[in-house]
């Protein structure tokens, strides 16, 4: 038998390439902005120095701003929905790589919860040591305060510890400012769960990859499928909340929760509404009024979730 | 079984596009500038190679936010009007203060010593930001034979509109053709 050693060595290569360099990023402390750091980016545009960042708490929770988007005829209630299946979709991708049309094991899983907090009147990007924080997802309407940046459709700015890489506090604003946003992914705007479900993957701890390559999607900016993740995008995600993590579950943003601008702690209305929960908690405490709810579009996978109780820090 | 050597190139090329296609999906998404566009919203079109930087605080919309100024040097002016100084600052989004980091991805990404050409929108006389962030910076690397050639930006968002991009237009450009693809946009 004669065997072809050049032609499966090219493809073990492409194979190991495929695997070994990966096909997603993960966001790290090096800090790309500084061009007097040494990231180490790869071949796949991957920074490989510094820790990765992640959301150390297992459970990780959202805000939206509450006048949502006049210009775009988006309401806080319609933000928040879009806002929830976008999270929703990197919470429960399978991590074991099985078929997605049936229902999903919990063991399979990313070990991070996660869902809203409600609406909130704070309408800026910010995070406060010594007051009360909350994770933003906000609607730009009359300025889109980034010099040079009209073209993003949105931003999300991830703010972490430097040393560890636990990701502090992730705010994710829509520039509603110079593009208008539909609910519904229809021909009137661009669709905001779409937008949404990227933008999530940065505030999780992803990052761009890939950019040196021209093989982008041909996206014309109708349509809803950019919703659905790849499975680079669940590779991503389950590297960086592998399934079976133990922990802490803690819900609360860094030093408690507030709704407001710069304000003291206060307690949320509405509690945590959690998507999953894939791994069993220490040390739950029982805080009432914290409310389980189902994210619309994974009624399936939910059928599966257990009960998660949030410990406050307030 | 082995494979045939056309069924072998075949399945290695379809998994190499695969591999790459899903590579991006995670990236922000952004609106492709065309070439005229990069132009009409920018005022200087130059090569520029980075010195230093530092990060500090700024109110940016009403709101304190890590940036990072980066001081080039002006090596060329491609098109548009040439810069008054010899030096600029380039700021763009994200950095490192204490212990705190503060990370915007998309943004143009800049390496100390190495030249770029970069499409700015000025703030001030001595400051400016990056056109389109990602989508106004090109890495310029050498080929095979020594030529320098502009890159895409290692962070770009994925773009709607790709193919009509200034970024499909100038990568793979040596400096001498993106004068001239300028100098014709621009017209």
Not at chain 1, 127 to 133: E, F, I, M
Not at chain 1, 202 to 216: K, S, V
Not at chain 2, 27 to 52: F, I, K, M, N, Y
Request: net charge negative; aromatic share 6%.
């Amino acid at each position: 038998m004669t065997r072809p050693p050049l032609a499966y060595l090219a493809l073990s290569m492409v194979l190991l390439h495929a695997a070994g360099v990966g096909a997603f990023c993960r966001a790290r402390t090096c800090e790309p902005a500084n061009p007097t750091e040494d990231c180490g980016i790869d071949a796949a545009g991957c920074t490989t120095v510094g820790n990765p960042l992640h959301w150390s708490t297992g459970c990780v929770t959202f805000a939206v701003q509450e006048d949502g988007s006049y210009r775009s005829g988006i309401d806080v209630g319609t933000a928040l929905d879009a806002s929830s299946r976008a999270l929703a979709a990197w919470l429960t991708v399978d991590c074991a790589g099985k078929d997605h049309t049936g229902p999903r094991d919990l063991a399979d899983l990313p070990s991070l919860v996660g869902g809203s907090l409600g609406p909130v009147t704070c309408d800026q990007s910010r995070y406060d040591t010594w007051r009360g924080n909350a994770n933003i997802v906000l609607f730009r309407d009359d300025d889109w305060p980034y010099p040079g940046g009209n073209d993003l459709f949105a931003t999300t700015v991830v703010r972490f510890d430097t040393a560890s890489g636990e990701i502090l506090d992730a705010d994710i604003e829509i520039n509603t400012a110079n593009y208008l946003m539909a609910a519904n992914g229809g021909d009137l705007g661009v669709d905001l769960q779409s937008i949404l479900t990227h933008e999530f993957g940065h505030f999780l701890g992803l990052a761009h990859a890939g950019a040196d390559t021209t093989m982008q999607p041909n996206w014309d900016g109708i349509g809803t499928e950019l919703r659905s993740l790849t499975e680079d995008d669940a590779a991503g995600m389950c590297d960086a909340y592998p399934p079976g993590r133990e922990g802490p579950v803690e819900c609360s943003p860094q030093y408690g929760f507030s709704g407001k601008c710069g304000a003291a702690p206060e307690r949320p209305d509405l509690g945590c509404a959690l998507v999953h929960a894939p791994h069993a908690p220490h040390g739950r405490e029982h805080g009432a009024g914290l409310v389980l709810a189902t994210v619309l579009a994974f009624g399936t996978a939910l059928r599966r979730t257990r009960l998660v109780r949030c410990r406050r820090r307030w | 079984m082995w494979l045939g050597r056309r069924r072998f190139l075949s399945a290695v090329g379809a998994l190499v596009s695969s591999t790459l296609v899903e590579r991006i999906a995670g990236a922000s998404l952004a609106r492709g500038l065309t070439l005229a566009e990069l132009l009409r919203a920018s005022a200087h079109a130059v090569v520029a190679t980075p010195l230093d930087a530092h990060s500090e605080w700024a109110v940016l919309g009403g709101q304190r936010r890590i940036v990072t100024d980066i001081r080039v040097r002006i090596e060329d002016t491609l098109a548009l009007s040439a810069p008054a100084q010899t030096e600029l600052l380039v700021r763009v989004l994200g950095g490192i203060i204490g212990t705190l980091g503060e990370r915007v991805d998309g943004q143009a990404t800049l390496v100390a010593g190495k030249p770029s050409t970069l499409f700015l929108t000025p703030v001030s006389p001595v400051l400016s930001y990056v056109t389109g962030a990602a989508q106004g910076h090109y890495p310029l690397l050498p080929d095979a034979s020594g030529v320098l050639r502009l890159r895409p930006s290692p962070h770009l968002p994925t773009l709607l509109r790709k193919t009509e991009a200034a970024v499909t237009a100038l990568s793979g450009r040596t400096l001498a053709e993106t004068r001239e693809l300028l100098g014709a946009a621009g017209r």
